[in-house]
């Protein structure tokens, strides 16, 4: 019982003492992308309206890539198979779609492509309300998810050094 509360508290330990790393973590993470936001031209709504032509836009967000470059991915779904779309950030233009097939993302577009079945608003207009309420922040990034059984986007937004998150319903 003595090994099994030891361990208990060395595990509590360990995950107060390593929150505020990977908040710092997150926070030069944001700082980095809040840096590169501003060559992009494009919004996200755009990048979701351009990604249709490879199926339902079901979320879609900025990142850096794994060349430190700015990426606007956006997944799509189109029957039961999935894509990442990459849009080029300053011409809004389709540069490449790649199937997704196994693995986390996976699990991840086919979550996301159950909440938007549900959904009745697609997510280009859900960021633009977001946006249109919050003026003066670019969304980064979307992700449907149900709350409540009912399908709801989370938008990440960004202004300078201010990152919110906002829910607007889908349904």
Known sequence: MRRFALSILALLM????????????????????AKALAAAKVSLEKALSASQREGKPISGKFEIGDD?????????????AF????????????????????GEDLEAAKAQSEAMAKAKLALDKAVFKAAY??????????YPSP?????????????????????ENLD
Do not use: C, F, M
Request: charged share 25%; glycine share 8%; no cysteine.
């Open 68 to 80: 430190g470059k700015l990426q606007l991915s956006v997944y799509t779904a189109k029957g039961d």
């Open 133 to 142: 309420a919050n003026r003066g922040y670019r969304a980064v990034s979307v």
């Open 14 to 33: 360990a995950v107060t003492l390593g929150a505020p790393a990977l908040q710092a973590e997150e926070a030069k993470d944001q700082a980095a992308l």
């Open 147 to 167: 709350k409540d059984g009912h399908p709801v986007a989370e938008i990440t937004l960004q202004k300078g050094d201010d990152w919110k998150t906002v829910t």
């Open 83 to 102: 894509s990442e779309v990459i849009v080029d950030h300053a011409t809004g233009k389709v540069e490449k779609a790649e199937a997704i097939t196994s």
